[in-house]
């Protein structure tokens, strides 16, 4: 066979090779195909299967502040939740207080000795998420997607927790909460603590 019959001929087996081994789909049915993660889906799951439930671990605020200032390691190794190394820690609380002044954006309490402040307007952050300690983070494929869990959680206690409550709740009420704190161990501040709420029933006096 002349040489340049068999270049030809091995051009076209190679251009068939190609042509096989790649396609194209649509966009739309790439989309289609791709299963997302539903952040909201998750958040709702974790609040009635675990969060809730988990209340009942939660330590008494009166009781860990005592604790902190008197054992800090102890309070941070036995009640403390992180997911990775560092000095911030977060803690599942409960308590109740009479309501000293309610502000804008958060609402005073008197709890035993101590002060503390439960957050009405600024939501954020990862708190209630990695205060129980119930989220495996290797269980996430990619950060957006924990992070989004996160939003969510935070998302419901405005609307499920906290919108109720700021409509009712008056100076001289007596609160009983559960919520989640962020502690600094390297810089521990306990006289003016933020809760973040789980929970929060008034009881008029």
Do not use: C
């Not at 789909?25 to 952040?39: H, I, P, Q």
């Not at 502000?103 to 708190?127: D, H, K, P, S």
């Amino acid at each position: 066979m002349p040489k340049p019959i068999r270049y030809l001929i091995y051009v076209a087996v190679i251009a068939l090779l190609a042509y096989n081994s790649v396609y194209f789909k649509k966009l739309d049915e790439v989309r289609a195909g791709t299963t997302s993660f539903d952040a909201a889906r998750y958040a709702r799951d974790f609040w009635q299967k675990k969060l809730t439930p988990g209340l009942s671990k939660a330590v008494d605020l009166n009781a860990l502040t005592t604790l902190l200032k008197t054992d800090k390691e102890k309070a941070f190794s036995a009640h403390s939740h992180a997911l990775g190394i560092g000095n911030i820690r977060y803690f599942l609380v409960k308590g109740a207080g009479v309501v000293s002044d309610v502000e804008e954006n958060e609402v005073r309490l008197e709890v035993g000795g101590n002060e503390a402040r439960i957050a009405t307007e600024y939501i954020f952050g990862n708190a209630v998420r990695d205060a129980s300690g119930a989220i495996d983070i290797n269980a996430f494929t990619n950060s957006m997607d924990f992070n989004n869990v996160s939003a969510e959680i935070n998302k419901l206690i405005r609307e499920k927790v906290v919108r109720a409550f700021k409509s009712k709740v008056k100076k001289g009420d007596r609160v009983v909460f559960h919520g989640a704190i962020e502690l600094n161990r390297e810089h521990l501040q306990v006289n003016d603590i933020e809760v973040i709420p789980v929970s929060l029933q008034i009881e008029k006096p």
